[in-house]
């Protein structure tokens, strides 16, 4: 797989043996008025080549068309290993920007929407036979679609950028048996001390047993099983022995590896799946955010994930723990991953490395036309992708808490809107899908649930003294609460844990220093520029002096980790290159929270 872009297995909660990449070359094609179907190309060869599973926007693609790509195709003959024999082939998708038709030999196998969760089509028994896999993908421009961060006019500009359309995650062929386990679902308690993995199966058969393993670099750690033909999902808790113990955290991200095994009555393996997990706990007392019962305080980046060349795409599994290993060194512990679904291979490297994460629905593209008070329009497709983003990420013991939406700006009135249903259908079908993590209902604006168990604010003040000031009311239970256009978009503050969850944001360019104005089509930050170097870091100091040094605050995020694209407010280059003192950034930041100390 040398000769194979982003050759890594793509789902480390869930490994199997037998498996094939499908990067590299397809053939490619453009369908600008979305008249493919009627003009077949789905029978015949497309007319290009690009380099999967970059997008076509992007250089790496081989393609670089940044202009509006209303539909493209892909095709690639694919070849089944026949080693694979009784087995049955899955073709799963990583992520496909947005709306996904797959056919394999003509016969259509799946269709999908959402451009930033996973999908699988099940093509059956296919040993030793060559599949024409046909891949249609419609991305419009037009109309409510959730879109995070790609620009629906041409240009880049402000915080929007250039357009992923189609295929930007690893395509992949997996072998499994008939019989088979469907998913792996691992749930930590750390009171308890053990570990539940839930894992459905493809037929609940006499005499079958579910059997889990721990262990760790110290060898076995426990067992446990369960019959496996009598519920649904087969259900195994394992026990973990009390000097075996190990919670996982910053200062010590432990995993353990978990084996899963579906045995049938004679004890022989029907299918094994390769897993791991993190034994930590989260919990709230008041205003406090706990991780294993205590204060940490959450020093958090955000985090785009774009690429100069890659766009969305890590260029490569290095590019990802790159980025963790950048932030570390800035003194960040964790990142807001903004307005994206981050693919599994970032999540796995956040968890190796201790790195607190939440994760974020790239929900922007909600907004409508409609008027004032009811111009956020999200579908319920926000709500089906977003349980799968779910339902993928659960077993990341980096991921401490949920954000579904993110400044859905609208006013509060006295009649309930599309916008108050989808954000509580998000928010009850989070904590449905997992009651251990706690959930924003909507980042900064709007607050609409009233019961949230985190509220935030976003504010870009420069001056660390005023700033202060608009942040003090905490302790008494009037913190800053976002307005937009003077009106108010949240429901008051009840005394859950507050952070304010984007600051700072501020401008420096080296290579641009002397530039006036505020231009954002070409290089921008927020508020007034730092003349140098030096303003930069009283300014950072100052702002995160404010945050750190308030009792009641549990964290911050600081925007942000790289500059992208026009953006210039980036601790580091958009090449990821340094432009400042990291070792300031990272002093900066490196004392107690005040929250951390001893009540």
Not at 152 to 171: E, K, P, S
Not at 190 to 218: K, M
Not at 417 to 446: C, E, N, Q
Not at 473 to 498: M, T
Request: hydrophobic share 40%; with cysteine; net charge negative.
């Amino acid at each position: 797989m040398n000769d194979v872009p982003r050759p890594e297995h793509p789902r480390p909660t869930a490994v199997r043996p037998l498996w094939r990449s499908l990067n590299g070359q397809w053939e490619f094609e453009i369908d600008q008025g979305d008249s493919g179907l009627e003009r077949g190309l789905r029978d015949r060869p497309l007319t290009g080549q690009i380099t999967v599973p970059f997008a076509p926007e992007s250089t790496a693609s081989g393609i670089g068309n940044t202009d509006f790509l209303e539909a493209v195709w892909y095709a690639r003959d694919v070849e089944v290993p026949a080693e694979w024999a009784g087995r049955r082939v899955l073709l799963h998708f990583g992520a496909v920007d947005h709306d996904a038709t797959v056919w394999a030999d003509g016969v259509e196998v799946v269709r999908h929407r959402g451009g930033f969760s996973s999908f699988t089509a099940d093509l059956g028994e296919r040993a030793g036979e060559t599949v024409r896999v046909v891949v249609r993908a419609r991305d419009s421009r037009h109309g409510v679609q959730a879109r995070g961060k790609q620009a629906t006019w041409y240009a880049n500009t402000h915080c929007h950028y250039t357009r992923t359309t189609g295929i930007w995650q690893t395509v992949w062929l997996e072998a499994v048996p008939p019989l088979h386990v469907r998913s792996v679902r691992i749930t930590p308690n750390l009171a308890a001390g053990t570990v539940t993995v839930e894992a459905p199966v493809t037929a609940n058969r006499a005499g079958h047993r579910l059997v889990v393993a721990l262990s760790d670099a110290d060898g076995p750690v426990a067992t446990a099983s369960a019959r496996a033909d009598l519920d649904l999902t087969p259900t195994v808790t394992v026990t973990v022995p009390a000097e075996r113990l190990r919670p996982w955290s910053p200062a010590d991200p432990h995993l353990y590896d978990v084996t899963v095994r579906l045995v049938d009555a004679d004890g022989d393996v029907v299918d094994e799946v390769e897993s791991y997990t993190g034994i930590r706990s989260i919990s709230i007392d008041g205003k406090r955010l706990l991780l294993n019962g205590e204060p940490v305080f959450q020093r958090l980046v955000l985090d785009q994930g774009w690429w100069p060349d890659t766009l969305m795409t890590a260029p490569s599994d290095a590019a990802l723990v790159r980025d963790v290993e950048l932030a570390l060194a800035a003194g960040f512990n964790g990142a807001r991953l903004h307005q994206k679904v981050f693919e599994e291979r970032f999540l796995h490297h956040a968890d190796r490395l201790g790195y607190l994460v939440w994760g974020e629905f790239g929900d922007w593209g909600a907004s409508g036309q409609s008027a004032v008070g009811h111009n956020q329009q999200p579908t319920a497709s926000f709500v089906t992708q977003w349980l799968e983003v779910l339902a993928r990420d659960h077993n990341h013991p980096s991921i401490v808490g949920w954000c579904p939406l993110n400044e859905t700006y609208q006013a509060l009135h006295d009649r309930i809107t599309v916008l108050d249903d989808v954000t509580r259908a998000m928010f009850l079908a989070t904590k449905l899908a997992d009651p251990t993590r706690p959930v924003i209902d909507a980042s900064g604006y709007s607050h609409r649930v009233a019961e949230t168990d985190v509220y935030d604010s976003h504010h870009y003040e420069q001056d660390p003294e005023r700033f202060a000031e608009l942040m003090k009311g905490l302790g008494e239970d009037a913190p800053f609460v976002n307005l937009h256009e003077e009106r108010a978009v949240s429901l008051p503050y009840a005394g859950q844990p507050y952070f304010v969850s984007e600051f700072g944001g501020i401008w420096w360019d080296p290579d641009a220093a002397a530039a006036a104005g505020d231009d954002r089509s070409e290089s921008w930050g927020y508020g007034d520029r730092v003349r140098d170097e030096e303003e930069f870091h009283q300014r950072f100091a100052g702002l995160t002096a404010v945050l750190l040094g308030d009792p009641d605050m549990f964290g911050y995020c600081y925007t942000q980790l790289t500059d992208v694209m026009q953006e210039r407010n980036g601790i580091y280059r958009f090449d990821r290159s340094e432009k400042l003192d990291v070792a300031r950034v990272r002093a900066a930041q490196q004392r107690p929270g005040a929250g951390e100390q001893e009540r």
